[in-house]
């Protein structure tokens, strides 16, 4: 297939009920008045509005207090700024909120992105390599827009465990939905989009460009690529982690070369070109334990899962993947008795914000502390990015990274 030109994408980076901007260069505004420059706070009476820079390649706006990390332990606000145009829409989902939406070409939104899910220190292989994986991604999701209609999926049923009793279980994942007012928004829901904040150097851009046009493929089709931080040895096959509609080209792969596991490093000058400052906060990434008392764990179930399962007795796997992924978890307790799945709901239910990943063994200590001892960050799917970084290291080239995590797709140009 072959796109007729670079998209413009629109992306969704805050909500709030007042938005305080500041404008370097002139901007010109859609509705009335005179250009803007310099500090604004907009409300609701600015909505909708759309700000274009007289001069795209010297003008841009910085928006403040957005958070960034919703949800996982690094959440927290801080100051971005972009290029390309702003928008002020009220937010259909928030009433009494405005959303701002920043509209910029695709090969300008990677050169962000790139550097805002790694640092923008990482090798000129792995710079390229994450671009075509992050434009095959997206390019995907603008072709199936209208498709995705939730992002919870799943539900309750009733399941006979091994030794014939009968309990409730849930089968739940997350996926990407359609945003109604944007095409995707700036955080890890879709990808870490943090405009011209952290684009701090030029091969970041050499990436990009040198790149252009050029997507994963497979049997003609774009695919729908994927990335985690660490596998933690083998990467994971797509519909372990969402729906059950297996792709052909995310499937296990061993993270190494007939050596030692890619992903198994801490070598820090490795892990600081993959990894951003809020990042490296935690130095378990690819061997992790969590201590639980008994008691602790039966008020974090009851809090993230809304079930009183009284007093943990176990926490039994029912369903491993080849990966290692944890799919299907039993949950004993004193008053309740359930299974869940899959691997993110698990994650959910175990921590305060995610569970670095769902490869985990369960371990009782004397006191009758729950251990658990995993390996790996995210769901594993697709792309390591901190083995893709190791072998970048190694002096592999983006195309060899590519083939390596997705076997049986091809590079292809679709637009110039």
Avoid at 10 to 37: D, K
Avoid at 97 to 118: P, Q
Avoid at 158 to 180: A, F, I, N, S
Avoid at 398 to 408: D, M, Q
Wanted: hydrophobic letters at 35%.
């Amino acid at each position: 297939m072959r796109i007729d030109k670079e998209p413009i994408i629109n992306i969704g980076i805050m909500s709030a009920p007042t938005l305080n901007v500041t404008f370097y260069g002139l901007y010109h505004r859609s509705v009335g008045g005179a250009p803007v420059t310099g500090d604004m706070v907009a409300d609701l009476c600015q909505a909708p509005t759309t700000y274009t820079p007289a001069n795209p390649e010297t003008c841009s706006f910085e928006l403040h207090d957005v958070t960034i990390g919703i949800g996982f332990h690094w959440e927290r606000r801080e100051s971005q700024r972009f290029r390309g145009a702003l928008t002020l829409l009220p937010d259909e989902a928030n009433p009494g909120h405005i959303i701002a939406v920043n509209s910029i070409g695709l090969e300008e939104y990677l050169k962000s992105v790139i550097s805002s899910e790694m640092s923008a220190t990482a090798s000129r292989s792995l710079l390229m390599a994450h671009a075509v994986v992050s434009r095959s991604w997206l390019t995907r999701q603008l072709l199936d827009r209208g498709k995705h209609t939730c992002t919870e999926k799943g539900g309750w049923k009733h399941t006979t465990l091994p030794d014939g009793r009968e309990v409730d279980e849930l089968v739940k994942w997350y996926d990407r939905e359609d945003h109604t007012q944007f095409d995707v928004c700036a955080d890890d829901h879709c990808q870490r989009y943090q405009g011209i904040t952290r684009q701090t150097r030029r091969e970041v851009a050499q990436a990009v460009e040198e790149t252009r046009g050029e997507m994963l493929t497979y049997l003609g089709d774009v695919c729908d690529a994927r990335f985690s931080k660490c596998c933690g040895g083998i990467s994971e096959r797509f519909e372990n982690c969402w729906e059950d509609d297996p792709k052909e080209y995310l499937t296990h792969v061993a993270d190494h070369d007939g050596g030692s596991v890619f992903c198994d490093t801490s070598d820090p000058d490795i892990l600081s070109q993959v990894l951003n400052d809020y990042d490296r906060e935690n130095s378990d990434f690819f061997k992790w334990e969590v201590r639980y008392t008994a008691a602790r764990l039966s008020e974090l179930l009851k809090c993230r899962s809304g079930i009183d399962f009284g007093e943990i007795k176990s926490l039994t796997p029912l369903e491993t993947t080849h990966a290692g992924h944890i799919v299907r978890l039993l949950i004993e307790g004193s008053r309740h008795t359930a299974v869940v799945g899959k691997e993110l709901e698990i994650r959910r239910w175990l921590s305060e914000s995610h569970l670095r990943s769902s490869i985990f063994k369960v371990e009782r200590d004397n006191e009758g502390n729950f251990i658990l001892k995993g390996r790996g960050w995210g769901h594993g799917v697709g792309m390591c990015q901190i083995g893709a970084a190791v072998m970048g290291n190694k002096g592999y080239d983006y195309r060899s990274i590519l083939h390596h995590y997705f076997p049986k797709a091809e590079i292809a140009t679709l637009y110039i």
